[in-house]
Structure formats: C-alpha cells, structure tokens
C-alpha cells in the first residue's frame, strides 16, 4: 500500500497571505489528522477529520481550518499567515479504531517569511 | 491538563552500546502508548501498547508499559548509527469523539562509529 502523501513538500510565503495543504491517507483509512510540528512546541494536534466532519479540534486560532473530501484526501488551510505559523506540518491517517496507530505522511515544510 | 514527559532530552552513545529512553504521562482518557521514530521527515511507527507488562519487541528494539505507574521505555540494544534520530512517545486518547495524540518533545539519540 501507498503510504500518507501530502503536497506540497515546501511553500514559502509571506505574512498576511494563505495556504493550503494537502493530504491523501492511506488506502482505506478514513480518519485524516494533522499536526504542527515546531522546534519549541513539539508536535501539536491541529485536527482530525473522519467521514467528512471535523472530529476534534485542538487549541489553534481559527485562521487554521481543514476539510476532508468523500475519497478522504484532506486539504488544510491557514488564512493571514504569521511567522509562527512556520513549521512542519504532519498529515497522519488511520483506520480510527481503537488500536490503530497513525501513520504520517513526510510533511509539508511551510515558512513564512 | 494532558502531558507526556520525555528523558533524557538527548543521548549519544557509541555503536554496540544498549540505550533506554523513559516516557512518563498524566492524561485523561487514556488508550494506548505509541512509540515513533523521526529522522528527516515523517515519523515512523515503531510500537504501540495497551497492556501493562507485555513487552513488544522488534528486533534490537523493544518496549514495555507500566499503567500503575504511568511510564513506558523503549530499549535499543546493540546500538547502530542507523538508529540515530529522534524517538517520540505519544499517548492515544480515544473516546467517542475524541482521537487523537498527545506527544512528548521527543530524545535525540546519536549513535556515534
């Protein structure tokens, strides 16, 4: 199986604009969820999306927002960007049963410059 | 508040050396223990636990979870440089609507020749 794909590798953009991410899971998972991944923060949980309804939401400005398609590939978006919004930026599906671990994908590396 | 503690920080040892690398949590809801491997990019699964006292093991690695007293270790032995990288502990926390990680800050194991 594929593994978690998420494009684009790199964006580099400047304060005030947006971006949007993308993430296709794994074959079959239907549970998408993303996180931050900084040097200070560590890795945060962003959200999670599962049939197309966001499950759970972590302590992020809702500049941060996400969807998740029928086919569960997941777009996340962040509005008026700011320099702390450069990071890492981990997709991760699962089958979301108890005991099914994440997988992520290789991140998307966004700066904000 | 949900939090998971990593230690040490950082180690470096030398190849053929045995490592152990201890994560201790407080969190409501508890599930799983998860175990993940970072080099450059997506962090990779290595183990998960829900059991206290069943050791997992994969190789050189293996861990084990203690419920009682809120901790888990993850053991190399025979070290390699190619086990240099960063280790993340994770705690699962599923219920209902909820699932997601909660994540350590991670130990930095370099493996030196």
């Known amino acids: 199986k594929a593994g978690v794909t998420q494009t684009p590798r790199y964006l580099i953009k400047t304060r005030g604009q947006q971006v949007t991410l993308s993430c296709s899971p794994i074959?079959?998972?239907?549970?998408v969820s993303w996180y931050q991944q900084t040097p200070g923060q560590g890795l945060q949980f962003l959200f999670e999306?599962?049939?197309?309804?966001?499950?759970n939401k972590g302590n992020f400005p809702g500049r941060f927002s996400g969807r998740q398609f029928s086919n569960s590939r997941s777009e996340m978006n962040v509005s008026t960007l700011e320099l702390g919004d450069s990071a890492l930026y981990l997709c991760?599906?699962?089958?979301?049963?108890?005991?099914?671990?994440?997988?992520f994908g290789n991140g998307t590396r966004l700066t904000v410059t | 508040e949900d939090k998971v503690v990593q230690s040490p920080l950082s180690l470096v040892v030398h190849e053929g050396d045995t490592v152990t690398l201890n994560c201790s949590y407080e969190?409501?809801?508890?599930?799983?223990l998860l175990w993940y491997k970072q080099e450059k990019k997506a962090p990779t699964f290595l183990f998960m636990l829900?059991?206290?006292?069943i050791e997992k093991k994969s190789g050189r690695l293996s861990s084990i979870l203690d419920k009682k007293e809120l901790f888990s270790i993850l053991n190399i032995t025979a070290t390699q440089t190619g086990d240099s990288a960063v280790y993340l502990c994770?705690?699962?926390?599923?219920?209902?609507?909820?699932?997601?990680?909660?994540f350590g800050t991670g130990t930095l194991l370099a493996v030196q020749p």
């Open positions: 991760a599906s699962s089958e979301r049963t108890a005991n099914s671990p994440l997988h």
């Open positions: 829900t059991s206290s006292g």
């Open positions: 074959s079959g998972h239907r549970s």
């Open positions: 994770a705690v699962g926390i599923y219920g209902g609507a909820t699932n997601k990680l909660i």
């Open positions: 969190v409501t809801n508890f599930r799983s």
């Open positions: 999306y599962f049939s197309e309804t966001q499950r």
